[in-house]
């Protein structure tokens, strides 16, 4: 047997426990179960395998501990289970990523949901490691590539940075992230899909990733019937993989659909537990929760790689002071917004460039680029502060010279923004340049 076979062999043995302690059911209420029988070998978060009086079981999670007692929240409905039903302790369970998971569609446990076997790494990390030492941490890298148009130029990504992509519902948002994923620079893409519609995963993976984009990702998915538990697990397991890549030194980007249902699924997780709401619903660990999994991402420590992240939040009404959209801007290097309304005139991506913005400028453009970057940020200013006047015929050409610059290369820029970009950075700025130069001036070669 190869040196790596063996190497997986001993994973798999690594993951088993000869040994499981045992309570017993003492009350069922409110959707929890509560456990006696554990003594202090229960601790927060540990796994636990219920078993019903039919022979079938159910596995959960515990929420809560008081002196004899442990509240667990089980991953689906506790039919089956009576009082004095055996409740084995399994312990806490972590992840264990292996190379070969690059093309496959796992679930946050590390089973595979493709229906082909799939061998665990040797080494099981933890669900909720540290992010790098703070001091240690690089600074961002360089700019990279991501085959759309907007993003080489107006709003560049870097190598370790994080964004956040606000949208609504049908906005264009798993269409914008597939395009992230077969185009943009990186090693290996790990995708989070949290919560999502069943029915779309298996399209998700066949048409918006394609064979491109499968053959360097790994797709962690838990669906939206499945438990609170289950659906947060999600978001951790798809970073601890993440993890397991940026360890041997490569560009890892990370996409994660979406924090607005992970953050969800904790508000169900915590109030289980007993913590009371207060950020609209939200419990107050919600924003540390959000906090650290964002600070998971980011650039690597010295001689390890980078962690390039996006992360999707559904924004209802394009609200972006509800909780989850107010706590994660606050910690992104950038955020895009999708509005619904550029959406339903037929142009995606629906991106609303007057307000989005990529905190990497202007380090990560050149002085020449910046120009531009300004110049047609100010001409989209200037057209969309009067466009009620231009669409009504209010407005008078000549009034003012700047909105009739931006009337003049509105529709071209428009366009612009929407357009993919197979050549690469200079030949995107090379267009934005061309449609910046006034009538009949030659663009100055960059």
């Not at 929420?63 to 929240?73: D, N």
């Not at 039919?79 to 990523?97: C, F, K, N, W, Y």
């Not at 939040?313 to 509800?322: F, I, N, P, Q, T």
């Not at 989209?380 to 009620?388: I, K, P, Q, T, V």
Request: glycine fraction near 12%.
């Amino acid at each position: 047997m190869a040196y790596g076979g063996f190497d997986r062999l001993i994973g798999e043995i690594a993951g088993m426990d000869a040994v499981h302690r045992a309570g017993r059911v003492v009350s069922l209420g409110r959707g929890t179960v509560e456990v006696a029988g554990f003594g202090s070998h229960a601790a927060l978060g540990d796994r636990v395998r219920i078993h019903g009086a039919r022979g079938d079981s159910l596995e959960g999670e515990i929420v809560s501990l008081t002196p004899g007692r442990v509240t667990v929240l089980p991953d689906s409905a506790a039919d089956g289970v009576g009082l004095g039903s055996t409740v084995e302790h399994v312990g806490q369970a972590g992840i264990s990523p292996d190379d070969s998971w690059v093309g496959r569609v796992v679930d946050p446990f590390g089973r595979p949901l493709d229906g082909r076997p799939l061998l665990r790494g040797r080494a099981e990390r933890p669900l909720r490691a540290a992010p790098p030492a703070a001091a240690q941490r690089r600074r961002l890298g360089e700019r990279l590539e991501t085959r759309v148009a907007v993003f080489n130029t107006l709003l560049p990504l870097v190598r370790g940075q994080r964004i956040g992509l606000f949208a609504g519902s049908g906005v264009g948002k798993s269409s914008l992230l597939g395009k992230f994923a077969r185009g943009v620079t990186a090693d290996v893409v790990v995708v989070a899909l949290i919560g999502e519609r069943g029915r779309e995963l298996r399209e998700f993976v066949e048409k918006t990733m394609g064979p491109d984009g499968m053959a360097r990702s790994v797709i962690v998915a838990a669906t939206s019937d499945q438990s609170p538990l289950v659906r947060r697990r999600c978001a951790w397991a798809a970073m601890s993989v993440a993890e397991h890549f940026r360890d041997q030194g490569k560009h890892v980007l990370f996409l994660a659909d979406s924090i607005t249902r992970f953050a969800e699924a904790h508000r169900e997780v915590a109030l289980a537990g007993g913590e009371p709401p207060s950020l609209r619903g939200f419990p107050p660990s919600t924003s540390h929760q959000i906090m650290s999994l964002a600070e998971r991402a980011g650039p690597g420590a010295e001689g390890a790689g980078d962690i390039t992240a996006v992360f999707s939040v559904l924004v209802a009404g394009s609200d972006m002071e509800e909780p989850v959209a107010d706590i994660l801007r606050g910690v992104l290097d950038g955020h895009v917004v999708m509005d619904r309304a550029i959406a339903e005139r037929g142009r995606f991506p629906a991106i609303d460039l007057l307000r989005s913005v990529s905190r990497s400028l202007p380090d990560a453009a050149t002085a020449e680029e910046n120009t531009l970057i300004a110049q047609a940020r100010r001409l989209l200013g200037a057209y969309d502060r009067a466009e009620m006047m231009i669409q009504a015929g209010l407005y008078t050409p000549g009034t003012d010279s700047l909105v009739d610059e931006a009337i003049r290369i509105w529709p071209e820029l428009d366009a612009f923004l929407a357009e993919d970009a197979p050549d690469g950075t200079a030949a995107s700025f090379d267009r934005l340049a061309g449609i910046l130069a006034p009538p009949n001036a030659m663009p100055t070669p960059r």
